[in-house]
């Protein structure tokens, strides 16, 4: 084990134990070196490493404390859809909140983890939804939603607009292009948050994002037995925790 892993692993322990509880500052570099008898640089790799992974934050010229755990919320995991008046929804949880700034619309080339749900090839045309919802009385960003819909099927069509109306895109599918009574399936994930995410969601370093994807299948019309829509839900991983009943079997 390299230098730097030992001392970020000895750390990472006494934070975990409460050596060093959180809010509390570490050692400062030279006093690190010294109790490990080890490089600045062995020292300042250490720290980064703790730093990705969420359990240290540096303060400009104060130091590094050890992370505060995030709050979370609750996110109960439905296995069913539920429906107020502004349409379908998928999670009580989240029910009441709501675009922050208008959707964006656009075409683009279908990513590659995207295109086996949508039983593309990677690279096909499809339109993109995205999303920034949260409270709307705080305006904290809460999840970010990103809807892949196959070009064949969405240019031309209301899909394609920033404004679908009311029951947004769902009530469009079922009531207007006479796909049917839809039907939703889902996966939760996790992954690496890029940029753009730990800006829009404020996340700490090394905080990863919790992934909710739903694909959305029409049952009747031009795209009966077709995935229409991919959806991508993105959550602050430390702030949410997905819940769900354990019941016996008979």
Not at 6 to 21: D, F, H, M, N
Not at 160 to 171: E, H, L, S, V
């Amino acid at each position: 084990m390299a230098l730097w892993h030992q001392v970020a692993q000895a750390l990472r322990e006494a934070i975990t134990t409460g050596v060093y509880p959180p809010g509390s500052k570490i050692p400062r570099e030279e006093e690190l070196e010294e109790q490990y008898g080890v490089s600045r640089t062995t020292v300042r790799r250490a720290v980064a490493q703790l730093t990705t992974e969420g359990l240290l934050t540096p303060v400009r010229r104060g130091g590094t404390t050890v992370r505060q755990p995030a709050e979370r919320s609750t996110l109960t995991l439905d296995t069913q859809v539920w429906r107020d008046e502004l349409g379908y929804y998928f999670s009580q949880t989240v029910q009441n909140l709501r675009a922050l700034q208008p959707p964006t619309v656009s075409e683009g080339p279908c990513p590659p983890d995207v295109a086996p749900l949508l039983g593309l090839a990677v690279g096909d045309p499809v339109v993109i939804r995205d999303r920034v919802m949260g409270d709307p009385e705080s305006g904290r960003v809460a999840q970010l939603a990103t809807s892949y819909l196959p070009s064949d099927l969405a240019v031309g069509t209301v899909l394609a607009q920033a404004d679908t109306g009311p029951g947004g895109i769902y009530d469009r599918m079922e009531t207007d292009l006479g796909w049917g009574r839809l039907d939703w399936e889902g996966v939760i994930t996790a992954r690496a948050a890029t940029p753009e995410e730990t800006n829009l969601l404020q996340l700490a370093p090394g905080v990863p994002v919790l992934c909710v994807i739903r694909t959305t299948i029409a049952t009747a019309g031009a795209a009966e037995g077709r995935v229409v829509e991919a959806n991508i839900t993105c959550r602050d991983a430390s702030g949410f925790e997905v819940r769900y009943p354990i019941r016996r079997t008979p």
